[in-house]
T-cell receptor
Framework: SQQGEEDPQALSIQEGENATMNCSYKTSINNLQWYRQNSGRGLVHLILIRSNEREKHSGRLRVTLDTSKKSSSLLITASRAADTASYFCAFVNDYKLSFGAGTTVTVRA | DGGITQSPKYLFRKEGQNVTLSCEQNLNHDAMYWYRQDPGQGLRLIYYSQIVNDFQKGDIAEGYSVSREKKESFPLTVTSAQKNPTAFYLC???????????????FGDGTRLSIL
């Protein structure tokens, strides 16, 4: 199955700053999901946005979806040290999830 | 607490040996999945099961086998035919396979497999 591309591969920011990462895909999707992975751990679901939605919020997270450009972005506002992790987009195609390669975010105290 | 338990956390395989990774869930989910993660890469689907006694190959099934005899258990065997087994293996479950359009997958904490 196809994988998405995430940009940037890595991001280093100061605590309190915002972090933005992008995800692009190639075919039509049912929905797009974002997951977080702390080092050496499993993935934790953050947010799901359906193909007919353009923006969704959850706490300090904001996700946008532009189906015409086949892209999505995840914004983390007012970052904290605990936000240090890898973030993956995953899109549903034929009921299965296809994952991007991820963006590694480091939040410096 | 409901969740997914993977064991062992670390596993070493000798040449020519088959090894089995355990995955147990108490979420009462119908669908279960096995993924492989290599350094700096996303997850790739090995096998998935929509329901008990059913499973299908994912994108990279060669050298792997699974069984789904019980709803809560979905063990993965890495056979000697898998020539490059060193990776991080993640098990996941979801309410139902066709509900993936609206529901997230829940993940275990993974098993790291290395070659001796």
């Amino acid at each position: 199955s196809q994988q998405g591309e995430e940009d940037p591969q890595a991001l280093s920011i100061q605590e309190g700053e915002n972090a933005t990462m992008n995800c692009s895909y190639k075919t039509s999707i049912n929905n797009l999901q974002w997951y977080r992975q702390n080092s050496g751990r499993g993935l934790v679901h953050l947010i799901l946005i359906r193909s007919n939605e353009r923006e969704k919020h959850s706490g300090r997270l904001r996700v946008t979806l532009d189906t015409s450009k086949k892209s999505s972005s995840l914004l983390i506002t007012a970052s904290r040290a605990a936000d240090t992790a890898s973030y993956f987009c995953a899109f549903v195609n034929d009921y299965k999830l296809s994952f991007g390669a991820g963006t590694t975010v480091t939040v410096r105290a | 607490d409901g969740g997914i338990t993977q064991s062992p956390k670390y596993l070493f395989r000798k040449e020519g040996q088959n090894v089995t990774l355990s995955c147990e869930q108490n979420l009462n989910h119908d669908a279960m999945y096995w993924y492989r993660q290599d350094p700096g890469q996303g997850l790739r689907l090995i096998y998935y099961s929509q329901i008990v006694n059913d499973f299908q190959k994912g994108d990279i099934a060669e050298g792997y086998s699974v069984s789904r005899e019980k709803k809560e258990s979905f063990p993965l065997t890495v056979t000697s035919a898998q020539k490059n087994p060193t990776a991080f293996y993640l098990c996941a479950s979801s309410i139902g396979f066709r509900e993936t359009s609206n529901q997230p997958q829940h993940f275990g904490d993974g098993t790291r497999l290395s070659i001796l």
